[in-house]
């Protein structure tokens, strides 16, 4: 069985299960996005909610400590549940995402299918570095390489507003619905892999929303390489409901693993355990879509994947790196446990430490 993040088929089951949970402990309290109808062959462009808010505008310039480019707060109004969730430690949500920085100075790169990197919400951070493979579609007509990176730095959906975008091709057709053998796949993203190690500017965060069946020392020397260099790393954990130990990269050293939370602030039900570090939201998250697909370039995943924590985590990496640009890749894990908000996942977490993402506090 192909273990892939992004198989749709995959997603399609893991739909399912996270509406169950969702239904059983909505609180009502969140202003989140229209919510999409469950995932079919059509495309439903949902959401483009008049919210998401347009980018915020810091107005006062600051005059800033040196390891702080710039320490003015910046405040989204109706950024949508996620953003709102990871700014404050409790409920009820406040409607407002506030950050210290925007991650200004650090490059991120997603490792993932390509993307249209001149979408406006991009503002022309984002580039093509490896321009290999072909988009990510997922069946609903998401790219989610596009949604990954939106998630990381797009202007109305992202967490970092100011970071820069690197698109580093490994997709041919999303992993699981090419004709790609599981080692050829391996291969393509390795190949990936060392393109970053090989190019990456620092500060740098890496994501990767994927996930693999198998481990070949090819591929954990790969992504070794990468936190040799300097560069932090952050993983989904999988979306197969299984100990995320098994699926690589997730819980390789040194790599920030990301896991599932509902917008109930509930365990997702996908991939767990001790190889976790932290949990993010992944439900009904709003990111960027091509302007084919929502003609506000909006769209709503309705269901639960890590592909959509990893990049809120890797996003807040780049405030931290932001504000400590030499900061190595250990210092920025432990910085993401140390800082996130214990014990608010509810649910089952299967040994999964409760610890949720938190992009507030000290940088
Ligand atoms: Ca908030």
Same mark, same amino acid.
């Given at each position: 069985?192909?273990?892939?993040? !992004?198989?749709?088929?995959?997603?399609?089951?893991?739909?399912s299960?996270a509406?169950?949970?969702?239904?059983?402990?909505c609180?009502g309290?969140?202003?989140?996005?229209?919510?999409?109808?469950? #995932?079919?062959?059509?495309?439903?462009?949902t959401?483009?909610?008049?919210?998401?808010?347009?980018?915020?505008?810091?107005?006062?310039?600051?005059?800033t400590?040196?390891?702080t480019?710039?320490?003015?707060?910046?405040?989204?109004? !109706?950024?949508?549940?996620a953003l709102?969730?990871?700014?404050?430690?409790?409920r009820?949500?406040?409607? !407002?995402?506030?950050?210290?920085?925007?991650?200004?100075?650090?490059?991120?790169?997603?490792v993932d299918?390509?993307?249209?990197?001149?979408?406006p919400?991009?503002?022309?951070?984002?580039?093509?570095?490896?321009?290999?493979?072909?988009?990510?579609?997922?069946?609903?007509g998401?790219?989610?390489?596009?949604?990954?990176a939106?998630?990381?730095a797009?202007?109305?959906t992202?967490?970092?507003? !100011?970071a820069?975008?690197?698109?580093?091709?490994?997709?041919?057709?999303?992993?699981?619905?090419?004709?790609?053998?599981?080692a050829?796949?391996?291969?393509?993203?390795?190949?990936?892999?060392?393109w970053?190690?090989?190019?990456?500017?620092?500060?740098a965060?890496?994501?990767?929303?994927?996930?693999?069946?198998?481990?070949?020392?090819?591929?954990?020397?790969?992504?070794?390489?990468?936190?040799?260099?300097?560069l932090?790393?952050?993983?989904?954990?999988?979306?197969?409901?299984?100990?995320?130990?098994?699926?690589?990269?997730?819980g390789?050293?040194?790599v920030?693993?990301?896991?599932?939370?509902?917008? #109930?602030?509930?365990?997702?039900?996908?991939?767990?355990?001790?190889?976790?570090?932290?949990?993010?939201?992944?439900e009904?998250?709003?990111?960027?879509?091509?302007?084919?697909?929502?003609?506000?370039?909006?769209?709503?995943?309705?269901?639960?994947?890590?592909?959509?924590?990893a990049?809120?985590?890797?996003?807040?990496?780049?405030?931290?790196?932001?504000?400590?640009?030499?900061?190595?890749?250990?210092?920025?894990?432990?910085?993401?446990?140390?800082?996130?908000t214990?014990?608010?996942v509810?649910?089952?977490?299967?040994?999964?430490?409760n610890?949720?993402?938190?992009?507030?506090?000290?940088?």
């Open positions: 069985m192909t273990l892939d993040a !992004r198989r749709p088929r995959s997603i399609i089951a893991i739909a299960l509406l169950v949970l969702s239904t059983s402990g609180n309290d969140d202003a989140s996005p229209p919510v999409a109808g469950p #995932t079919t062959q059509t495309p439903t462009p959401l483009t909610p008049s919210t998401p808010s347009s980018p915020p505008s810091p107005t006062t310039p600051s005059t400590p040196s390891s480019p710039s320490a003015v707060k910046v405040t989204q109004k !109706r950024p949508g549940w709102d969730r990871i700014d404050q430690r409790k009820p949500l406040d409607q !407002r995402f506030t950050t210290a920085n925007q991650g200004q100075g650090v490059t991120v790169y997603i299918g390509l993307f249209d990197v001149k979408n919400d991009f503002g022309g951070r984002a580039t093509v570095g490896l321009p290999t493979g072909t988009a990510c579609n997922l069946e609903d998401t790219n989610h390489g596009l949604f990954v939106g998630l990381v797009g202007s109305r992202g967490v970092a507003k !100011r820069k975008i690197v698109s580093v091709g490994d997709s041919y057709q999303c992993e699981g619905g090419s004709e790609a053998t599981p050829q796949r391996t291969a393509r993203i390795v190949k990936a892999l060392d970053v190690a090989e190019n990456a500017k620092k500060p965060v890496v994501n990767l929303s994927l996930n693999i069946a198998d481990s070949p020392p090819t591929f954990k020397a790969a992504v070794k390489q990468l936190i040799d260099k300097g932090t790393v952050v993983a989904s954990a999988g979306n197969d409901g299984e100990d995320a130990c098994q699926h690589p990269p997730a390789l050293p040194t920030v693993t990301a896991a599932a939370m509902t917008q #109930t602030d509930e365990d997702a039900g996908l991939n767990y355990g001790r190889c976790v570090d932290l949990y993010a939201p992944a009904n998250l709003t990111s960027l879509a091509d302007a084919s697909l929502s003609p506000n370039r909006l769209i709503t995943s309705d269901f639960a994947a890590t592909s959509w924590a990049p809120l985590v890797s996003g807040t990496a780049a405030l931290y790196l932001s504000a400590h640009p030499t900061a190595s890749p250990a210092e920025v894990r432990t910085w993401l446990i140390d800082n996130s214990k014990g608010v509810k649910g089952n977490l299967r040994g999964s430490p610890r949720l993402l938190f992009t507030g506090g000290p940088l």
